[in-house]
C-alpha cells in the first residue's frame, strides 16, 4: 500500500483507480476476516453496558439533534429532486437510492458540524472506557501518560487519522466522487462502501495506534498488515453511518467495537510476550 504522502502527488483519478485495484483483491479477503462483526458487537456492547455511552451522553444528545436536523433538511431540500431524477432510470428503486444518497450526504455536512466541536473527545473517552472495560487499564494508563510527555516536549501532539478525518480535504474530494457510485442499484453501493471503508477503516484505531506510541511508519506497517480487515470495518461502520437520523449514534457504538478489537489484539499478543517469555525461562 503506498504512502500517504506519495498518494497525495498523484492524481485524483490514478489514486481512485489504484484503490479500486486493490480495493477489489481485498474484498473476498474483507469479508473473509469477519472483523466487519465488530461495529456490530459494538452495538450489543453498548446495549449490556450502557455506562460507557451514557458517560457521554451530552455528546450523544448532540449527535442525535444534529444529526436529525441534518438529515430533516436534506430530505425536505434534496430527496423529492434526486428520488425523481433516480425514478428515470432505476425505476422503483429511485426512492430507496435517493434514501441512501440523502444519508452519504448528510455524513459529509456531519463531519464539519460535529468533528472538531464535540465528537473527536468522546469518541477517545469511549475508546478508553471500553479498554478499561476490557481489562485493558494498563493500555490505558500508560498510553496516556506516553500521550502527555509526547504532548509535553514536542508542544505539539502528532497528528492521527480519526474516523471522521477521511472525509477532510482530499478524502472528501473522493468520498463525493465516489458517492455516484449509489446510483448504480446494488453493486454500486457496495463498491461505495468497499472504497471508502478502505480508506476510512483504520481511522477508527487511532486512539489505539496513540496509546501505544507508535510512530508514524509504525502505523503504516500496522495498518498495512491488517489492512483487508481494516476494509471490512470501514464499510461496515460506514453503512451504520449512513442510516437516516440516528446514523451519527453509531460513531458511538463503532468507537466502541474498535476498542473491544484492540483489545483482542492486544490480548493476543501479550499471550504471545507471555509464551515466548516462559520459553526462553524453560
Known sequence: MASESTLRERPLMVQLREEA???ADQATQAL???SWLWPIRGIIFSATHPQIILSVKEAVLKSLITSSIAF???AVFTFIP?????SLFTGFLGPFLAIILVGAECLVLLTFFTRALFLEPALDHIFDATLHAR??????QKGKVKI???KSKSGVQEAFIRPFQSLSRDGLIKYLVTLPLNLIPGLGTVAFLILNGQRGGPGWHSRYHQ?????KQQRIQFIRERQPEYTAFGMAALLLNTIPLVGLIFTFTSTVGAAMWAADIEARANLIEG????AKHE
Not at 481489562?135 to 490505558?140: H, K, P, S
Request: charged share 10%; hydrophobic share 50%; glycine share 6%.
Open 21 to 23: 485495484n486493490e480495493a
Open 32 to 34: 473473509a476476516s469477519l
Open 72 to 74: 430533516i433538511l436534506l
Open 82 to 86: 434526486q428520488a425523481a431524477f433516480l
Open 135 to 140: 481489562g485493558q487499564n494498563e493500555l490505558v
Open 148 to 150: 502527555f510527555a509526547t
Open 211 to 215: 496509546l501505544k506510541g507508535l510512530t
Open 275 to 278: 509464551n515466548q517469555s516462559r
